[in-house]
C-alpha cells in the first residue's frame, strides 16, 4: 500500500508538472515577438538625434507598438550608465534629442555604444538592440577665386586634446534645398586631407536677395550614422516671387475687352426684349380692359 501511495503521489506530481509546462508553453507562445531599431543622425546645429522604432508581429503583420517603454543606457569604463527611457507615440516611433556640447563615452576604438531594452508584457516579448557610432564634423567654407565660386568641405574628428583629425574617404552628398527637397550637385568622397571641394554653378535660383541654403550630407554611413549640414551664402539667382496678373486673355485671370462687351451687349439686348414683352403684355390687358 505505502508503494502504490508513493507512486500514485508521483504519478500525480509528474502530471501536475506537466501541464503547468505546458500551461507555460502555451502562454509563451501567444506572446508576439518584437523587433527594436535605432537609427543615429547629426543635425545641421551639431544636436544628436536618436531614432527608435519598436515593431510587433512579422511578415506583412508587422506594425507599431505604441506607448511601449524603452531604455537607453552606455557603457563608460565598463560601467554602465542610464540614459533616460522615451515611450513610443502610436506608430511604435520615438526619438532622443541630445544637445550638441553633450560628449559621449567612447570605447577603445573610438565608438559610442548606445544600449536600448523593451522589457516586454504579457501579450509580447522583451527586444533589445545596439547602435555604435563615431562623431564626425563639418565645416563649410566659400571662397570665390578668379570669379570662379568654390565650395570646400571639410570632414573631421577631434581627439581628446582637441586637434582636428581629418576623416578620409567618407561620401558626401552636396546639394541645395528646395521647397520640397533637396537639389543635389555632387557626391563624392573626402580625399586624404578630408576635403571635398566643388564649383558653384551661376543658374542656381536663390530667393529675391540671392540667398541659397546649401546642403552637405552623410548618409546612413556604418560608422558615423545619418550627418547634415547647412550653410546661407548670397550666390544664388535673384528671383522675384512676387505673384503679377496676368495679360487679358481667354485662359488669364481676366477676360479679353472684347468678350466682356460682346457679353454685355448681348445680356442687355436679352433683358431689353424681356422687359419689352413684359410691357407689351400689361399695355393688351388695359386695351382689353378699356382703360386706353
Not at 586631407?193 to 529675391?208: L, R, T, Y
Request: aromatic share 10%; proline share 2%; with cysteine.
Amino acid at each position: 500500500m505505502k508503494t502504490n501511495y508513493i507512486l500514485n503521489t508521483t504519478t500525480l506530481f509528474l502530471c501536475v508538472f506537466c501541464c503547468l509546462v505546458a500551461s507555460y508553453n502555451a502562454v509563451a507562445q501567444k506572446k508576439s515577438k518584437t523587433r527594436l531599431k535605432a537609427y543615429y543622425e547629426k543635425i545641421s546645429n551639431d544636436d544628436k538625434v536618436i531614432s527608435v522604432i519598436l515593431n510587433k508581429g512579422s511578415g506583412l503583420q508587422i506594425e507599431g507598438v505604441p506607448n511601449a517603454e524603452i531604455f537607453l543606457s552606455m557603457y563608460d569604463n565598463e560601467k554602465e550608465i542610464e540614459l533616460t527611457s522615451l515611450f513610443t507615440d502610436s506608430n511604435g516611433e520615438t526619438k532622443l534629442i541630445i544637445e550638441a556640447n553633450y560628449v559621449f563615452p567612447k570605447d577603445e576604438s573610438g565608438y559610442s555604444v548606445i544600449t536600448l531594452n523593451y522589457n516586454g508584457n504579457d501579450s509580447l516579448k522583451a527586444s533589445k538592440n545596439k547602435i555604435k557610432f563615431k562623431d564626425l564634423n563639418i565645416d563649410i567654407s566659400f571662397d570665390i577665386v578668379d570669379s570662379v565660386k568654390q565650395i570646400v568641405v571639410y570632414a573631421f574628428n577631434i581627439d581628446s586634446i582637441g586637434n582636428k583629425l581629418p576623416i578620409n574617404e567618407v561620401e558626401l552628398h552636396i546639394g541645395v534645398e528646395r521647397l520640397f527637397s533637396t537639389l543635389y550637385l555632387q557626391k563624392n568622397e573626402t580625399d586624404d586631407k578630408g576635403i571635398v571641394s566643388m564649383e558653384f554653378p551661376n543658374d542656381i535660383a536663390g530667393d529675391s536677395i540671392g540667398n541659397i541654403t546649401l546642403i552637405v550630407k552623410i548618409d546612413d554611413h556604418r560608422d558615423y550614422g545619418t550627418i547634415t549640414k547647412s550653410a546661407k551664402i548670397n550666390w544664388g539667382m535673384i528671383v522675384d516671387y512676387n505673384s503679377k496678373s496676368n495679360a487679358r486673355s481667354l485662359f488669364g485671370d481676366e477676360a479679353p475687352l472684347w468678350m466682356i462687351i460682346s457679353v454685355i451687349i448681348i445680356l442687355s439686348g436679352a433683358w431689353y426684349h424681356f422687359i419689352l414683352a413684359i410691357f407689351k403684355v400689361l399695355k393688351m390687358r388695359r386695351i382689353d380692359s378699356g382703360i386706353i
